[in-house]
């Protein structure tokens, strides 16, 4: 695994650096110049044609050394004998070999992984947290002069952070403000990255991996409180239809003819087949009556 992901870094790091090949055109440009003169001459003097092409290479080499370019996206630090002389680019620019060095510096926000961090939360719950910071290099001289190795330093920070927000929380928090979460690791960074040059564009947490038991008890916790839930909603369900009931038996005992039409209406939904047989032993004006002598 570690084999493969760092083939795939080369291979992601050859396709966004383009080189250029402008220096290597030169010397090759300008050393076959030199051997074609070089062979005219040695034609008449074989030594002064044979220095020609050896002073002819070793020129050309020296001219194309002192060839740089940078991209769009890149500017170059100039050290003159070890000392800082300028940025220069995007574009072509020159230094002198042997004296000056350059070092090219990519402008662009770049991503580096926040390894899995295991934090113990406040509550005491062991969580595995990773995540991913975006940043971009604002000042070229602080982010090479400042610090020894920015990329490693700023992705080391991110870690502390992580670790002393994450660990400053409950477990619920953690789940449910990732956000937040972001935010504060992004600021306690973004604090200490200043004096390197470097500016923090965003902090997000990718992954939260919880014990395997106490995946579990969220997991039954989040089905008793469904169960919960559908009880609850079938007990307002039925109080509901019981108040209704009351009403509907309200509105029938303040109208006499009421019941008899419900009672008729109830036979007919029965149906003419033949299976269905309703039998009405006592009439419905006989149990009037016995109501009206019972009052």
Do not use: C
Not at 276 to 285: D, F, K, Q, W
């Amino acid at each position: 695994m570690s084999t493969a992901y760092q083939a795939g870094q080369a291979l992601r790091g050859a396709q966004i650096s383009m080189p250029n090949p402008l220096p290597v055109a030169v010397f090759v440009i300008l050393a076959v110049i030199s051997v074609v003169v070089g062979a005219v001459v040695a034609s008449h003097a074989p030594p002064l044609g044979a220095l020609i092409i050896v002073v002819g290479v070793i020129l050309s080499a020296f001219i194309a050394a002192s060839i740089k370019v940078a991209n769009q996206w890149e500017r170059g630090l100039i050290l003159r004998l070890g000392r800082f002389q300028g940025i220069r680019g995007p574009g072509p620019y020159f230094i002198l070999p042997i004296l000056e060095r350059s070092r090219i510096i990519d402008l662009r926000v770049q991503t580096q992984d926040i390894r899995r961090q295991e934090v113990i939360t406040r509550d005491n719950v062991p969580v595995a947290i990773n995540g991913v910071l975006f940043f971009r290099v604002a000042k070229v001289e602080d982010a090479v002069m400042k610090v020894h190795d920015f990329l490693y330093a700023v992705g080391q920070l991110a870690q502390t952070a992580l670790r002393d927000v994450v660990g400053g929380m409950t477990l619920d928090e953690v789940l449910a403000e990732r956000d937040r979460i972001g935010k504060q690791i992004q600021e306690i960074v973004e604090k200490d990255v200043q004096e390197w040059g470097l500016d923090v564009t965003g902090i997000r947490l990718e992954n939260i991996e919880l014990p395997e038991d106490l995946k579990k008890m969220i997991s039954r916790q989040a089905a008793a409180e469904r169960e919960k839930r559908a009880t609850i909603t079938e007990a307002e369900g039925d109080q509901l239809a019981a108040a209704n009931l009351a009403a509907a038996a309200a509105t029938m005992n303040a109208s006499p003819g009421a019941m008899q039409l419900r009672t008729l209406q109830t036979i007919d939904g029965l149906g003419p087949t033949s299976s269905n047989t309703v039998v009405l032993a006592v009439p419905i004006e006989v149990m009037e009556l016995v109501q009206r002598l019972g009052k």
